[in-house]
């Protein structure tokens, strides 16, 4: 069964650094996300992606990050200059379609900022 | 936006037993709702999810129910295994429009206790 992709599995970087965090979704999606998951906490919604841009965006995705599907298979999240704050579990999601089809997560990017 | 409370945060089972866990959601215009189970340091996966035209869904030893007009939703495990020890999220989407992005609720840790 097709899978999401993330890489890498763990990154530490000091504050201040810029970090991309990389996703392939599954081939034949059309919709992408991004959620994080600070240690302990539920899982939160940061930006989807549709049609080469973005289609919402929460609060917590602000200036410092920024979403890029380069090349029709990677799915990329950047932030700019991280924060210590910025250290948590962040996870790429896809859907075929919309309405009530299945989103299907990768297995996370574990970023910790020093 | 959307808002998804979950209830409990913790719960301890004797191997056998059945589990409940409570979910209730703010936005009216939410139709699809599915569970997801976490193991640790894993990703998310969809174990069983539910649309607002069913009231009630059930596969093998877990079951959904769903009271659109109470706004809440919950989860069945019967016969519970250690196996099933994990973090249960529940989640809501409007599956109009063009997003399909998923709020969740801050998660049940659930342990099955041989």
């Known amino acids: 069964e097709p899978e999401v992709t993330q890489t890498p599995s763990h990154q530490v970087t000091q504050m201040g650094q810029e970090v991309i965090l990389r996703c392939v979704p599954i081939?034949?999606?059309?919709?992408f996300y991004w959620y994080r998951q600070i240690l302990g906490q539920k899982v939160e919604f940061l930006v989807s992606f549709y049609n080469n841009e973005i289609s919402e965006k929460s609060e917590i995705f602000d200036d410092q990050f920024s979403v890029e599907r380069p090349d029709g298979s990677n799915f990329t999240l950047k932030i700019r200059s991280t924060k210590l704050e910025d250290s948590a579990m962040y996870f790429c999601?896809?859907?075929?379609?919309?309405?009530?089809?299945?989103?299907?997560f990768g297995p996370g990017t574990r970023l910790l900022v020093l | 936006g959307e808002n998804v409370e979950q209830h409990p945060s913790t719960l301890s089972v004797q191997e056998g037993d059945s589990a409940v866990i409570k979910c209730t959601y703010s936005d009216s215009a939410s139709n699809y709702f599915p569970w997801y189970k976490q193991e640790l340091g894993k990703r998310p996966q969809l174990i069983i999810d539910i649309r607002s035209n069913v009231g009630e869904k059930k596969d093998q030893r877990i079951a959904v129910t769903l009271n659109k007009t109470a706004k809440h939703f919950s989860l069945h495990i019967t016969e519970t295994q250690p196996e099933d020890s994990a973090v249960y999220f529940c989640a809501a989407r409007y599956s109009g429009g063009s997003n399909y992005k998923l709020t969740f609720g801050k998660g049940t840790l659930l342990t099955v206790n041989p």
């Open positions: 081939s034949n999606h059309l919709y």
């Open positions: 999601a896809s859907i075929r379609r919309g309405g009530v089809e299945t989103q299907y």
